[in-house]
Structures are given as C-alpha cells and as structure tokens.
C-alpha cells in the first residue's frame, strides 16, 4: 500500500531542502582554506632576515601571526593589507 504525497508532505519537503541548501552554504563558507605566509616566507618577500621579522612582531609593526605547532605563520590576507596600507601611507608622505 503506497501512500500519496499530501501538499503538507511536499511543503515540508521544499523547505527541508532550503534549510540543507542553506546549511551546506555555510559550511562551505566554515570550510574556507585560509592561506597562510611563514616566517621564512614573509623575510624573503620582504628581503629582510628572520630575526629582524621577530623584532617587528615584538614591536607591532608587522601583524601578529598565529603558532601552528612549532610554525610561525600570517594570515595572506592581513598580511597583503598590511603591505598594501604601508604604500598608501607612502604615496601619502610622498604628496605632503
């Protein structure tokens, strides 16, 4: 004996795959790889040494990595707008 979809059963069904949708879209943006930079990585973009990258951590001039074990690593992101806010500052004294 098969029973018969009722609207109710179908309604319930639609907003269940709305909440699965939804629930997959977040989990997916929960998911997002964060690219991180080490400590190595970070001097040799900069052309500076590792000792002198751990000074600037010291004093607040670079952003504050996160330990992962025994690793040192920045966040890409804060560090590209980090960069990106020093060359603003530039072209900014450069006007003045």
Excluded: C
Excluded at 77 to 84: D, N, P
């Amino acid at each position: 004996m098969h029973d018969t979809p009722t609207k109710d059963d179908l309604t319930q069904l639609t907003q269940d795959q709305r909440t699965l949708r939804k629930d997959t879209h977040t989990a997916n943006q929960a998911n997002r790889v964060i690219e991180v930079v080490t400590i190595r990585e970070l001097a040799a973009a900069l052309k500076r040494s590792r000792s002198s990258i751990y000074n600037d951590i010291t004093l607040g001039r670079v952003p504050h990595p996160i330990k992962i074990g025994r690793s040192t690593v920045f966040i890409r992101t804060e560090v590209e707008t980090w960069l990106k806010d020093k060359a603003t500052q530039r072209r900014h004294s450069d006007i003045s």
